[in-house]
């Protein structure tokens, strides 16, 4: 089986609109993400850690992924490098804890990918448990398709915006344009292997309207969700990475046309002077997918209510 073609296999629909960063040793945001309307949750053992926290980081994640209901929050640990002091450790520690996927930062190689898949089946990871590669240097945007190719289980990718920036000295004016170029690299390579790929976060927690204009530019360029620094930014990207009432009226109306087209033997449909293919049909089945998927997501959100009890786990 190709490395694509394993990609394609553990690849699945679901709303990844809104992924919340949760410092590994804030006790309060560990509990309170379990009702934040996020549709992940990447608890963060590396950089929002200060190196004397890290092991006391560690085991609050794990008793917190115990402890709560998560309930439809896709549940990431963002591990320390392997080079560190700490890596090996965290991923050992995860590979068989309750986690949907393992971030891995500073991804720059593909041997690296490896590596960290090699591990995670000497520690009993199970066979479908992805690897979601950040690529947040110049290297790692440049050995991108390497890194995305190195092991079936690459699931994502996601760029670590602000690294990326300091690494190329360049300034992050909104809406970023020198980023575009190596946004849009990642998406190329990202799509090539038909996997999820998000942009990085906004650091300015004061200018949601900034926030807002940049999630705006990351869903034309491609990507399918953004990193959060700060719940108040969820509701702007879970609105933006959605698919439109609009978008969805028109996809519904070309799958009918185009369905109606091809019982009658024709490749081709015409809506409204609009010739549509089979893959405007394929676009629009995959648009009306995600948006049913998203009005069971967004049915399930609780809102921001700071005397709400979190749930706990049914098999603490």
Request: charged share 30%; net charge negative.
């Amino acid at each position: 089986m190709s490395s694509q073609m394993m990609h394609e296999k553990i690849r699945t629909l679901k709303p990844r609109r809104s992924l919340l960063y949760v410092p590994g040793n804030n006790a309060r945001m560990l509990e309170k993400a379990s009702t934040l309307p996020t549709d992940v949750v990447i608890f963060d053992l590396a950089d929002a850690i200060a190196p004397e926290a890290k092991l006391e980081a560690r085991q609050m994640v794990y008793d917190a992924l115990r402890k709560y209901d998560y309930g439809y929050r896709e549940k990431v640990v963002r591990i320390n490098s392997l080079y560190s002091d700490w890596g090996k450790d965290d991923l050992r520690v995860f590979c068989t804890a309750r986690v949907d996927a393992i971030l891995q930062p500073k991804m720059e190689h593909g041997k690296e990918v490896q590596q960290v898949a090699q591990f995670m089946s000497s520690f009993n990871a199970p066979y479908e448990l992805p690897i979601w590669c950040m690529l947040e240097t110049p290297m790692g945007i440049l050995n991108a398709h390497e890194i995305t190719a190195a092991n079936y289980r690459v699931q994502a990718l996601m760029v670590g915006t602000n690294d990326l920036a300091k690494g190329l000295q360049i300034r992050l004016d909104n809406p970023r344009p020198a980023l575009v170029e190596h946004l849009m690299h990642v998406i190329l390579v990202g799509r090539s292997y038909n996997l999820e790929v998000f942009d990085g976060v906004f650091t300015d927690l004061e200018d949601l309207r900034g926030f807002e204009d940049e999630c705006l530019q990351a869903a034309s360029l491609g990507f399918d969700g953004k990193a959060l620094m700060h719940p108040n930014q969820s509701g702007s990207a879970n609105r933006v990475f959605s698919p439109t009432a609009e978008e969805v009226e028109w996809s519904k109306e070309v799958i009918e046309k185009y369905t109606q087209a091809r019982a009658q033997h024709k490749g081709i449909a015409v809506i409204r002077g609009k010739l549509i293919e089979e893959l405007h049909f394929d676009k629009a089945q995959r648009i009306v997918k995600l948006a049913e998927e998203v009005a069971k997501r967004d049915e399930l959100q609780k809102p921001d209510n700071e005397d709400e009890e979190p749930k706990k786990a049914q098999n603490s």
